[in-house]
């Protein structure tokens, strides 16, 4: 029987329910459009909308699904974030600069899911170049976590997150480069998976990234939502290989190691000797490891065999390169200076300069790739690495440079970017990431961990959040909502 579906439900029940007839494509987006007309006034997470566009799509699914016909979403509502390419649509990526410019092309991602047969309500907030753990741009003013309206929902795909957790949309599709899927997530209490590295297409991530860029490394598009199967559902919509390669390359990911917890082989991250999360989200992960291990799951607190402070610096160094890449060199160097005030990166960039050599450029892909056969190496022993998602739950909203804002972690100040230490992990080397709720903190706020797994084995992070969902924690609505 199928469930009684309300704004909560997940993307699952909404298309079962639809193939069912028991609710229309129209319904379920008018549903919406009341939801996002009554909240999001406070909220600000879908800043652009695309009513009248979802509810032509409705009325298109409607007639197909009267003729019996089948597709994996349709009928269904949703969001993309706002740098997402999407013809006609504004993709600003939050510069000023850019608040005039529409694509004419929808991108790879956004073909997957209209192909699919989703009905697109709107495009979610964002930072400036989304380059931020908070979703507030001079382009659409500031987006507000629903668990609290003085916090962050996080970022950059931090609109989407706010929608998810109020109940605006059932699927967002985001971009991660430094936690910008995965941080939101956790701040806002529901799910979201980084691909792995090659799994998704990077083409239409950002404004005039139409077409695959061997330069761009690290970040990738992927999907959040309220289920950790729904994730799966819309990973498996926009996965495939890039644009070109199409031609030839299939795309077929090996199943989960396993079905069941206990057979999971679960490492636990240590402490980093450079900075500590709050002792609530270490005792968030402390639980899950003991009730992994009554599960009876093998569990050891061990990481892949290399130097875990020098790994951090040459992400950093590597990502300098990335959001830098076509500004000016004085831009740069001040990028530089920014992680370079974080310290442990001082060694590692160069003498203070972001003028790379291409020598050097290369010598860094090359350590790059040794460690990703520490990653593969690794998970020849286990198949999941579980820990904190952030330092800790969502923060008050913060204005200023970024280099110089902190954040309060259990009474001690920490350097704003110090944030990344938590998600770069995957990010570094191209893992495959899944962040899942882990209850709430005794203010009462979401708390978020996650599971990063072995390269293209995206399934088996996938199916031990499924897992985790069932027998552990889920989604919990905000209060008031």
């Known amino acids: ?75 269904l509502p949703m969001t993309l974030k ?43 907030n964002i930072p400036i170049a989304c380059g931020d753990w908070q979703a507030d741009s001079p382009v659409y003013g500031r987006t507000k976590n629903p668990w609290d309206l003085t916090r962050t929902p996080g970022g950059s795909t931090g609109g989407g997150g706010a929608a998810l957790a109020a109940g605006l949309t059932p699927l967002e599709v985001g971009s991660d480069l430094g936690g910008s899927i995965r941080i939101p997530a956790a701040y806002c209490g529901v799910y979201g998976h980084r691909p792995s590295e090659t799994a998704v297409s990077r083409a239409g991530l950002a404004p005039n990234v139409d077409l695959p860029s061997v330069g761009h490394l690290m970040g990738v598009q992927g999907p959040l939502a309220r289920s950790a199967l729904d994730l799966e559902l819309l990973f498996d919509i926009i996965a495939g290989p890039e ?23 679960i490492a636990v991250m240590p402490q980093f000797p450079w900075v500590k ?18 599960r009876g799951a093998r569990v050891a607190q061990t990481m892949p065999a290399m130097n875990l402070e020098q790994y951090f610096g040459d992400y950093l160094r590597l990502l300098a390169v990335q959001v830098s890449a076509w500004n000016s060199a004085e831009y740069r160097e001040s990028v530089v200076k920014l992680y370079e005030s974080l310290g442990i990166a001082a060694s590692y960039i160069g003498g203070g300069r972001m003028q790379m050599a291409a020598a050097d450029y290369v010598e860094l892909l090359y350590v790059r790739e040794v460690r990703r056969s520490r990653w593969r190496e ?13 330092l800790d739950v969502a923060f008050e909203h913060q204005t200023g440079p970024q280099g110089k804002r902190v954040l309060n972690i259990d009474s001690e100040n920490v350097k704003y970017l110090m944030n990344l230490t938590y998600p770069m992990w995957a990010v570094h080397t191209g893992q495959p990431s899944t962040a899942f709720p882990a209850g709430r903190s005794r203010a009462g706020l979401p708390l978020g961990l996650q599971a990063i797994g072995p390269y293209l084995e995206d399934r088996t992070t996938l199916r031990f959040a499924q897992l985790l969902e069932l027998e552990w924690q889920g989604f919990v609505p905000p209060p008031g909502c």
């Not at 690794?378 to 952030?390: C, H, K, Q, R, S």
């Open 277 to 294: 999360a709050s002792d609530e989200m270490l005792s968030k992960v402390d639980e899950l490891a003991s009730f992994l291990s009554q």
């Open 1 to 75: 029987m199928t469930r009684s579906i309300d704004h909560f439900s997940t993307a699952t029940d909404m298309l079962t329910a639809l193939r069912h007839r028991t609710i229309s494509s129209r319904e379920l987006v008018e549903m919406h459009v009341e939801r996002i007309s009554e909240l999001d006034r406070a909220l600000n997470s879908i800043p652009v909308l695309s009513t009248d566009r979802a509810r032509e799509a409705a009325a298109r699914a409607d007639a197909a699904i009267a003729r019996g016909e089948q597709s994996q979403l349709l009928g």
């Open 243 to 265: 644009t070109g390669e199409d031609v030839a390359w299939k795309f077929s990911l090996p199943p989960a190691r396993h079905s069941h917890l206990q057979d999971y082989r």
């Open 378 to 390: 690794f998970f020849t022993e286990w198949d999941v690495l579980i820990g904190p998602m952030a």
């Open 82 to 124: 706002e740098s997402t390419q999407v013809a006609g649509l504004p993709q600003t990526a939050g510069l000023e600069v850019l608040k005039d410019f529409k694509p004419i092309a929808d991108g790879r991602v956004a073909k997957a899911v209209f192909d699919a047969g989703a009905c697109l309500l709107g495009k979610t």
